[in-house]
């Protein structure tokens, strides 16, 4: 069976809202859940660096490869992430809010 990622189709000017988006707090909760025993460094800018470009500094892998390994993995639930980020690209506004709210919820 195939698995479907949300699509999300956003209104040019109109900001991130968490209690808009509840499916993108339950998989940062399960990110929080899976990474809570891991070391901090570097965790929130590689978790948001791969779900926004699938991208991530080898200054950040060095300092964390524990972390950088689990979000390659693919065992992370990030697939609504991805798809939000992706909806963004030309919103600015929007994705600056979502990564702000990101790098709240993952301490």
């Not at 891991?38 to 926004?52: L, N, T």
């Not at 919103?91 to 993952?106: A, D, S, T, V």
């Amino acid at each position: 069976m195939m698995k479907t990622h949300p699509s999300y189709k956003l209104n040019e000017g109109i900001p991130f809202n968490e209690h808009d988006y509840p499916e993108i707090t339950a998989e940062l909760q399960g990110i929080r859940h899976h990474t809570a025993e891991m070391p901090v460094y570097f965790k929130r800018e590689i978790i948001i660096s791969f779900v926004k470009d699938h991208c991530i500094h080898c200054d950040w892998i060095r300092g964390n490869p524990a972390i950088a390994q689990l979000v390659i993995s693919g065992t992370l639930p990030i697939s609504a992430l991805e798809a939000l980020f992706a909806s963004c690209r030309n919103n600015p506004g929007f994705r600056n809010g979502l990564e702000r709210y990101m790098k709240r919820l993952l301490i």
